[in-house]
């Protein structure tokens, strides 16, 4: 037996628990720790201490506080004791050493980048690392970034996770979301996924949603957008339009944030009776 401390119902308190066999952490390759307890709690602050303990049990949850070792609970049982006063409900938990997932910085491709919000998980169906995190670049760093998640295709880099792990992972971009800011720098949305050398699943139901219907639309937005472009130049070096009227032209086909009114034209429909009643 053991004694460790977790702050629990408001105070730390002292328990005796069973060593168990410790498990192997997917994200660092770590041997946590693994421990039993069992103690009893009056009745009446039973909802208290469920509630701490759901936390604690979830993912993205809050781990009890312990003196060094922060606590994830990964077991939970208890039973009620018949003509106790005042009631009392015996509990028995396993508990997990929870780790600290949060990097100081993500290095991929020779570039550091620090993140603010970043979150990474096993995924439950591949069983392989995905993060998330969202960080802001400028100038030769954001070029640099930029040059990585265009020509990513099914590349992998090696991905090293400062603060958490500093041995490589082999990862590829998923998702890249972008932002500019007001100061003109760029922030991202990036989530990194290690599924190398797995089979490429089917796409799921939602994949595919509006497809390729999507991607069509895509396609002929930036070829309109293109040649909108060319023929600006085109006709302003021929001297049909004037650089006030082609500068106008330009500024009208850049990228907006649609108004209330734009956004109505995409609701009208030709004929209403197709979407029932």
């Known amino acids: ?32 720790r693994r421990v039993a307890l069992e103690f009893r709690v009056p009745s009446k602050r039973q909802d208290e201490l ?21 606590w994830s609970v990964s077991n939970t049982r208890y039973s009620y004791t018949v003509g106790a006063q005042p009631d009392v409900a015996t509990y028995s938990l396993e508990l997990q050493e929870a780790e600290d997932l949060r990097a100081s910085a993500v290095e991929i491709g ?4 620090v993140p603010g919000a970043y979150r ?26 930029e040059e990585l998640v265009i020509a990513r295709g ?33 922030r991202h949305n990036l989530s990194l996924v290690a599924d190398e050398g797995r089979e490429t699943s089917k796409p799921g139901p939602f994949a595919l949603l509006n497809e390729p ?5 895509t396609e002929a937005a930036v070829a309109n957008a293109q040649a909108l472009a060319v023929l600006v130049d085109e006709l302003q ?3 049909v339009l004037s650089s006030e009227a082609a500068d106008k032209i330009r500024a009208a ?14 609701t009208r429909a030709y004929d209403l009776d197709m979407y029932g009643d």
């Open 1 to 32: 037996m053991t004694t460790i401390s977790i702050h629990l119902l408001g105070d730390t308190r002292e328990f005796q628990a069973e060593e168990l066999p410790p498990v192997t952490s997917a994200h660092t390759g770590r041997q946590l």
């Open 110 to 113: 020779g570039l550091a980048l």
């Open 154 to 186: 099914e590349t992998y880099y090696d991905v090293i996770r400062r603060g958490v792990s500093d041995t490589p992972v082999r990862m590829r971009f998923g998702r890249t979301l972008w932002q500019e800011t007001e100061a003109g720098s760029i």
């Open 237 to 239: 070096a021929q001297g």
């Open 253 to 266: 086909a850049l990228p907006h944030k649609i108004t209330k009114q734009e956004a109505r034209q995409f």
């Open 213 to 217: 219907q999507l991607s069509r639309t």
């Open 50 to 70: 469920d509630a701490e303990l759901k936390a604690a049990a979830e993912k993205d949850g809050r781990p009890l506080r312990g003196t060094d070792v922060n």
């Open 120 to 145: 990474e998980w096993i995924d439950g169906e591949g069983d392989y690392l995905v993060l998330t995190f969202v960080t802001e670049t400028a100038g030769e760093a954001n070029q640099q970034l």
